[in-house]
């Protein structure tokens, strides 16, 4: 007898097509039949050790996050509720040209440093792996061999590659190094990776021009896997910014994934039409062209990523040396509010639009919940020595959400048929940016039940089906016999997410259940013990 029946459940099954009320039947960690209009047809029901009644409640493939900062959480939090409770069943990691693989002992000290912010100091981990295939086998393992809360697919990161091959300095890399990072994107492919991602407006990965980036996704699209970049401008530039990503990959022949795929600052108010004409010229020319986005305004990031690029060349210790530096900080702080840094999209800063969400010396809480500019006027201070001064005693650990975008222009991205669900959830601080715990709810809650904006059909083809076939995975992301068993039931009439500004740890309602790999890691609301995630490679 097959172990679970879910019955009477509305099947949203992830196609974008009209819902369907079945019993569906999950064995061995997959869907084994789906029997439609079960009880109606008077047929005899399908029957298992356990059957969970689904009255009321929509069954959809689990979330896809195509954007995650968990590199170090499915390490360190077994519970890992911010994503689980959101029915989330897969992440990728790896974004934004960062991340802890391939590295050497050298590069792994510095971009540990480099992405504290992101995800800590990592003091509590054991970094036992170097490679990208020795950290997929580590997020196998997992607790005691028992494996991580969600599955994970992980994204070569350029950034890391480029430190461990030339290293932080900005410059062409000569051929031998060219032929390094080469290799390394080649074995990380080998490895299981699906991917490569870029954070164009990070170091080190910013210095390297498009020559070598097309010569890295040329790699990439060799074994099938797709670039996602971060690219170098969503400010001032972001349409060029678009465009030039567009024309690398189609001369790399490499598909293409817009990483956090928004139209921020003043210069793009209501701009997103011409980013979405930009994409359908190249998708009817052939491009292979996707996005995600998170469905909230403000950005969230570090306040040491607004820095010009010139300032960060070298790494932490150098960035700590300038700013130390009199006439260099002031050099910084000229070209960040008069010029316009390219570390902040080539606009200049707007010290009441950067909110502190997290300091690494608790020493330094005061600053939490506050923008730069009311500090500086609670301490009597112009904003740029508030900054400079939390650069240097958090020793460039503090995280900032950025409060920049405009909704109409969220709106209209996320109706995009390329668009996909991804949070850019960074869990680090006191008061991280609730799209880590709450943008899928959100996307149901908000954008579909009350504002409309997405059907729920529609909805959840755009975070299960498209992200899967962007990822090559062709048992997951729909409901369907043989597939893999990662669902989410949820109501549609109370689905929301918890998580506000204020509150940005609360847990979100109306998920019930949610079942990685026909397991419930999700019952009645709350997190089981299991352990069913691992490391998801790159299907060949």
Not at 275 to 286: F, V, Y
Request: proline share 5%; glycine share 12%; charged share 25%.
């Amino acid at each position: 007898m097959e172990e679970l029946v879910i019955r009477d459940a509305d099947v949203v099954d992830g196609s974008g097509g009209p819902s369907y009320r079945a019993d569906v039947v999950v064995d061995g960690g997959r869907i084994v039949s789906i029997v439609q209009e079960a009880a109606a047809a008077g047929c005899q029901r399908p029957r298992a050790r356990r059957e969970l009644d689904a009255e009321g409640l929509v069954l959809s493939p689990g979330f896809i996050d195509m954007h995650a900062h968990s590199d170090l959480a499915l390490l360190r939090d077994p519970d890992h509720s911010a994503k689980a409770a959101q029915g989330v069943t897969l992440e990728v990691i790896g974004q934004d040209g960062l991340s802890y693989a391939p590295v050497d002992d050298r590069t792994l000290a510095e971009v540990r440093r480099a992405i504290t912010g992101w995800n800590g100091s990592g003091d509590d981990i054991d970094f036992d792996w170097r490679t990208v295939g020795e950290y997929l086998d580590r997020l196998d393992a997992g607790f005691e061999g028992q494996g991580i809360a969600v599955n994970a697919a992980y994204l070569i990161p350029q950034g890391t590659v480029r430190a461990l091959a030339v290293g932080w300095e900005d410059r062409e890399a000569t051929q031998d190094e060219l032929d390094r990072m080469r290799q390394l994107v080649a074995q990380g492919m080998e490895q299981g990776a699906v991917g490569m991602s870029s954070g164009l407006t990070y170091t080190p990965g910013m210095y390297a021009k498009d020559a070598e980036l097309t010569e890295l996704c040329r790699v990439v699209a060799s074994y099938g896997g797709y670039y996602c970049p971060h690219h170098r401008s969503y400010g001032a530039g972001a349409l060029e910014a678009y465009e030039e990503m567009v024309a690398l990959t189609r001369e790399a022949g490499c598909a293409l994934h817009l990483a956090h795929a928004t139209m921020n600052f003043g210069v793009n108010k209501g701009r997103a039409p011409e980013l979405l004409k930009l994409l359908d010229e190249a998708l009817s020319t052939g491009a292979d062209i996707t996005l995600d986005t998170y469905p909230y305004t403000p950005g969230c990031t570090t306040l040491v990523a607004m820095l010009p690029s010139w300032a960060s060349e070298g790494g932490p210790e150098a960035i700590l040396a300038r700013l130390s530096d009199e006439e260099t900080a002031g050099r910084i702080r000229h070209h960040m509010e008069v010029i316009g840094a390219d570390g902040c999209h080539g606009v200049p800063i707007e010290w009441d639009t950067i909110e502190i969400s997290g300091v690494t010396d608790p020493a330094l809480g005061d600053f939490v919940g506050r923008t730069i500019q009311q500090s500086a006027d609670a301490r009597g201070e112009a904003p740029w020595v508030t900054a400079r001064g939390l650069l240097l005693q958090d020793r460039l650990g503090s995280t900032i959400l950025q409060h920049v975008g405009h909704e109409e222009n969220v709106r209209a991205i996320m109706r995009h048929r390329v668009h996909t669900g991804g949070s850019d959830g960074i869990l680090q601080g006191t008061k991280p940016h609730p799209r880590a715990y709450g943008t899928f709810p959100h996307y149901l809650g908000r954008y579909v039940r009350e504002l409309g904006v997405l059907s729920l059909e529609e909805c959840v083809a755009h975070l299960t089906a498209r992200p899967a076939a962007r990822l090559r995975l062709p048992d997951r992301g729909l409901v369907r016999e043989g597939h893999r068993a990662d669902l989410v039931l949820f109501d549609p009439r109370t689905v929301a997410a918890g998580s506000t500004f204020e509150e940005p740890r609360k847990l979100p309602t109306g998920i019930p259940y949610v079942l990685v790999d026909g397991r419930f890691v999700i019952e009645d609301g709350r997190r089981t013990d299991v352990l069913a995630g691992r490391a998801v490679r790159r299907t060949p």
